[in-house]
Structure formats: C-alpha cells, structure tokens
C-alpha cells in the first residue's frame, strides 16, 4: 500500500536513506525543511519548507498517513540547543500531528536510555538514567511524545547508526589509512551498533503500524567492543595500523580543550566532554527483543559486512582520498 510520508530531518543522514528506501517502495514523502537550511533535500520528494512550530507544520502534515520525526542536534556548541531542538520542538511536532490525526514516527536515542554492559543489556522497561545532556533531551521527548494526549506514536531508540554517508566513524577509516589508529576509551565497553539499512527498515514497520504505542531499542544483537570495531574498519579499509592507546589522562584536557575551542569557533568538534563521558562508561548495549516481537525487524547486516559497505562508498565517493 503507498502511503504519503511526512519527514522532518529529511536532509540528513538517516534522513536520506529513509527518503530512498520509501520511495523506492512506492511511498510519496514530504521532506520538511527548515525555510533557511542550506542542505539541499533528497530527490524524488515534496519540499515543505517550514519551522517546526505547530501551526507551521499542520498544513504539512495535514493529508498524511504517517510523520517521521528525525530533526534533532547531537552535538550543539551550546547545551540550551538540545532543550530548544530536541525537546521544545519535538512537542511542536506532536501537537501538529496530533491535530493532523496522523501518527507519529519519533527517532529517539539509545543515549535516552543510559549505559548499560554487555553482560546486562538494557531493556525498554528498565528505568532510564542519561548520563548527559543529549541523553536528557532525547528522554525529554519521548516524555513530550508519550505525553501528548489522543497522538499516536512509536519511538525508536537506535544505538549507533552508521553507514554510507555517515560522517561519525569516517575519522577512524582515515586515520586506518593513515597507519595509526587511536585508541581512547575503555577496552572492555561494548556498544550497541546499527547499520543504517537496518535503521530504516524498522522505521519503515513503524510506519506501518500505524502508531503501536511500543517504545523499542533499534540495533544488532551482537554488541561492539572497541577492538571489534577497530578489526572491521582494518579489514575494511586493507590495512592493519599501529593502534596508540591514549591514557584517559592525556584524553581528558583534551575534551576539556574541544569544549573550549568549539565554543570559541562556533563549531562542536568531534572531542569533547560529552564524549569522553560516553567513551569511558561501562558501554551502552541494549536488548532488541520487542523490535523483533512487536515489529518483525531483526538487523541483518552484521558490523564486518557494515563496514566493508561503509568503506566501499568512501572510496566510491572520494572521502578516503
């Protein structure tokens, strides 16, 4: 059955690869883009620009079969940011699909969640204990979702989404080309991983159900420790580089450091103090027994066959170079 697609966040990574997959499968998507976005929308989609205020995005919803809530920021210079973007928002969107009476798709956050070992995954009913502000405001719009009475919903939790396009891990596949690989964080943490193909197949279930009112954690059963991760990037990349431990002595300042220099350039860099709080946890892994059950998605691309894909449309698209 073709369905018409709502989609905020439409231009970024996810986003595009949501947009690709509904399309291909006959479904008609409206991106909506904010109106002074520089990014450029992905093909084959209605451009709806509009702020994500209620009254702005009725008429964009209005006539759809299902919303898919992706707009967010991850790493802001300024923390009010998460409070504006993720939670304020996010309760903009819920009321104007709400008014819509179309259901809603909300892409939350396994840092919602908090920390969690391997050896006691986290489940969707244990309580949820954020370690930092992203993982504050994405709890704080599921609580804006879940509590916006009459509205129909389903949030997501992904762990780690990666993938063609994606810009977080392509550091660690240049410094593998390099030779020298760092290694920072604790070795025996573990991560839940999810390639984006996977990610979009269980939002594409979501769609379909139609508003389940199920909360569900998104990601390969298997988890990811650091040096699973490092050995998948090397074969990836067809190199083995000496990997330089640094001690969480000299990792420390310098996400002391990135906190400064990002504020002073109007930039959030890739270290910072959120990360090394998230690098030295216990690991953040997760059950995903209610995505099978509820949903019918298992993750079928393991992190090895990820990462060769990953690698590939580097080279493909000249970002290894």
Do not use: Q
């Not at 990997?243 to 890739?270: K, N």
């Amino acid at each position: 059955m073709s369905r018409t697609v709502a989609l905020t966040g439409a231009t970024g990574f996810i986003g595009r690869n949501l947009t690709a997959h509904l399309v291909a499968r006959g479904d008609a998507v409206r991106a909506v883009v904010r109106p002074a976005s520089p990014s450029a929308p992905p093909p084959d989609v209605e451009v709806i620009r509009a702020d994500l205020s209620a009254d702005a995005l009725r008429a964009a919803f209005d006539g759809a079969d299902a919303v898919v809530h992706l707009a967010g920021v991850v790493s802001p210079v300024r923390d009010e940011m998460f409070r504006l973007v993720n939670v304020d928002a996010t309760r903009e969107v819920a009321a104007a699909a709400r008014g819509a009476g179309v259901p809603l798709v909300h892409i939350s956050s396994l840092a919602a969640a908090g920390p969690a070992p391997a050896s006691a995954p986290r489940g969707e009913d244990d309580p949820s204990t954020p370690i930092n502000a992203y993982g504050r405001s994405k709890l704080a719009s599921e609580e804006a979702i879940s509590g916006c009475g009459g509205l129909r919903w389903t949030i997501l939790r992904p762990g780690v989404v990666y993938g063609p396009g994606d810009r977080a891990v392509l550091p660690l596949f240049r410094c593998a080309r390099f030779g020298v690989i760092p290694v920072v964080g604790r070795r025996d943490a573990a991560y839940s991983f999810v390639y984006v193909d996977d990610l979009v197949r269980a939002i594409a279930a979501a769609i379909d159900a139609g508003g389940s009112g199920h909360t569900c954690f998104v990601a390969h059963p298997r988890p990811v420790r650091v040096d699973d991760l490092l050995d998948a990037i090397s074969t990836a990349v067809g190199r083995r580089p000496v990997r330089l431990p640094l001690p969480a002595a000299v990792v420390y300042p310098a996400a002391v450091a990135g906190d400064v220099i990002g504020r002073a350039i109007g930039r959030s860099l890739p270290l910072n103090r959120r990360r090394y709080g998230e690098m030295y946890s216990e690991g953040f892994v997760c059950r995903v027994d209610r995505l099978r059950d509820r949903l019918g998605v298992e993750a079928a691309i393991d992190l090895a066959e990820g990462m060769a894909r990953t690698s590939g449309w580097y080279r493909e698209h000249g970002w290894l170079s």
